[in-house]
């Protein structure tokens, strides 16, 4: 895949970056991280550097919560696989004892009809 150059703007600063990301998301990010950082400098008496290790911290934790609730999600559908399979077992013996059984119900409706 190839890499797209896309130049960002943060906090007035210009930054180029090489990704493989569509442009579009690149520059929607940087964008959301200019917005955060302007919004705690306005709030409050924060240096940039305080502001942007606010925010990153932030980030992460959005980001170690989601990778947690993916990981839960993983799980739940390996649960869910487990028990489809064993219900389809489950189907599937249930339809050869009908089967058993229906041949049972002929052969004992043959020898009444015989005797």
Do not use: C, F
């Not at 959301?32 to 240096?47: F, P, Q, R, T, Y």
């Not at 934790?61 to 559908?77: A, F, G, H, P």
């Not at 599937?92 to 059984?101: S, T, W």
């Amino acid at each position: 895949m190839a890499a797209n150059r896309v130049v960002v703007l943060i906090n007035g600063v210009r930054y180029p970056i090489r990704t493989v990301e569509e442009p579009g998301y690149v520059s929607a990010l940087a964008e959301e991280m200019d917005n955060a950082l302007h919004n705690l400098i306005s709030k409050g008496a924060l240096s940039l550097n305080e502001a942007l290790v606010l925010i990153s911290l932030e980030y992460l934790d959005s980001y170690k919560k989601s990778d947690r609730n993916l990981d839960n999600m993983r799980s739940q559908l390996a649960e869910y696989m487990e028990d489809a399979a064993s219900a389809r077992q489950e189907l599937n013996d249930a339809k050869k004892e009908i089967e058993r059984l229906k041949r049972k119900l002929e052969e004992n409706g043959k020898r009444k009809t015989t005797a």
